[in-house]
């Protein structure tokens, strides 16, 4: 069977990748951008980085900064109004996850808008269009939404969020500039960090997984182990590391698919608004415990990866008790709880479990799961 990847056309990695972004939109013949980032980054003056460089160069833009942390239909589709009222061509999205994924949809409706009506895009939608180009600038080390064919809608009325799947939905160019993330908070460091490490272990053992995405998704584990303790501490040196892990990490998983962690962590995001990057990090070690069974000899490649001393060498179930205490370990030393307590309500077990079932994650998950199960695991975390 033939393996697909699909990548940006263009990165650009390391300090002052955003000096990039001239001669790129020069370059491409862009007209006028609808630059799409979130409120606190624009009062962040964040935002500013970008926008100065195009008002040096005299390249008209727009802003557009009605984005939430887990962006809304409503966010898409004012900014499908804001880029026609501001008779753009072009998209530069700055920001993390949420930025790019609005600019992602907002792209994709334009372009194909038949699909107008944002809820159509669930799941693998048969868009005909490629987006209007997006120019990529994450701010956070840890989405790598600048790489993936990936984007996540909050349906607020129903209280829930669905994936989007979609080739046509890839920047053409991404600025992975470390200098972008070093203003981050240290919580955000820690949650975006530990989403990374999360698409990296949930694209090693998903079903979807093979050579290339295993060589991706090794090497992301590796990076984030590394750096991400540093990186929280604001150290200029693992922030650069953070940001290269994430983007390999992007890398891997939006070829091979994930599995019950982020549908767990979907659910929580649309009932509680529970930052995405923190709802993995919470569950991450539990589910892997979870899936061990089904997972082989993977747990020990993680265990090394991440640095257990003698791995290698361990009987299977003792690497797989080793992995998971690593990964527990290191939420815990970047300040992530690992509970759900004060989270989750009770009365609402039934309906995250079943949200969580639904989600377009849940299939690639290494181990068959059930309603039931994934309700156990909420509880065990209680």
Same mark, same amino acid.
């Given at each position: ?23 790129? &939109? ?5 007209? %006028?951008? +609808? ?17 100065? @460089?195009?008002?040096?160069?005299? +390249? ?31 998209? &530069? ?9 609005? *600019? ?5 409706? &334009? ?9 159509? @895009? ?13 120019? *990529? ?48 908070? %240290? ?9 990374? +490490?999360?698409? =990296?272990? /949930?694209?090693?053992? $998903? ?5 290339? $995405? ?24 693992? &922030? ?15 070829? =091979?698919? @994930? ?24 569950? +991450?070690?539990?589910?892997? /415990? ?40 290191? =939420? ?14 009770? /009365? ?32 065990? @975390?209680?």
């Amino acid at each position: 069977m033939a393996q697909r990847i699909v990548l940006n056309e263009t990165s650009y990695h390391g300090e002052g990748a955003i000096n990039e972004i001239v001669p790129e &939109i020069k370059k491409r013949g862009f007209k %006028k951008a +609808l630059v799409v980032s979130d409120a606190s980054l624009v009062e962040a003056k964040v935002t500013d980085k970008v926008t100065a @460089l195009l008002k040096k160069a005299k +390249l008209p833009y727009a802003v557009y900064s009605d984005v939430k942390p887990n962006p809304t239909i409503e966010n898409v589709l004012s900014g499908v109004q804001a880029f026609k009222d501001a008779e753009a061509d072009y998209l &530069i999205a700055v920001g993390g996850g949420s930025s790019i994924d609005t *600019a992602k949809a907002i792209g994709i409706i &334009i372009n194909n808008p038949e699909f107008a009506d944002v809820r159509s @895009l669930e799941g693998v939608a048969a868009t005909k269009n490629p987006t209007v180009p997006i120019l *990529a600038v994450p701010t956070t080390a840890g989405t790598a939404a600048e790489v993936t064919i990936n984007y996540v809608v909050t349906d607020a009325q129903n209280h829930r969020k669905f994936v989007c799947v979609d080739v046509h939905d890839i920047p053409v160019c991404a600025f992975v500039d470390p200098d972008m993330m070093a203003s981050m908070p %240290k919580s955000l460091a820690a949650a975006t960090g530990m989403d990374a +490490l999360t698409h =990296a272990i /949930e694209g090693y053992i $998903t079903k979807g997984g093979w050579e290339m $995405t295993d060589m991706f998704h090794l090497e992301a584990i590796r990076l984030v182990s590394k750096h991400l303790r540093g990186a929280v501490a604001g150290n200029p040196e693992d &922030i650069k590391g953070m940001a290269l892990g994430q983007y390999i990490a992007g890398m891997g998983f939006s070829n =091979a698919g @994930l599995g019950v962690v982020h549908s767990m962590a979907h659910a929580l995001g649309a009932l509680y608004d529970t930052p995405h990057g923190v709802a993995n990090a919470m569950l +991450l070690a539990r589910v892997m /415990e979870y899936n061990a069974p089904a997972t082989g000899d993977r747990f020990r490649d993680i265990a090394v990866a991440m640095g257990v001393k003698k791995a290698e060498k361990m009987p299977i179930e003792k690497a797989r008790k080793a992995a998971v205490n690593a990964v527990r370990q290191l =939420a815990i030393d970047v300040g992530i709880p690992q509970t759900l307590k004060g989270v989750v309500k009770e /009365e609402d077990l039934d309906f995250l479990s079943e949200s969580a079932y639904a989600d377009a994650c849940r299939p690639g998950n290494p181990r068959e799961t059930s309603v039931e199960e994934i309700k156990q695991l909420y509880i065990s @975390l209680l």
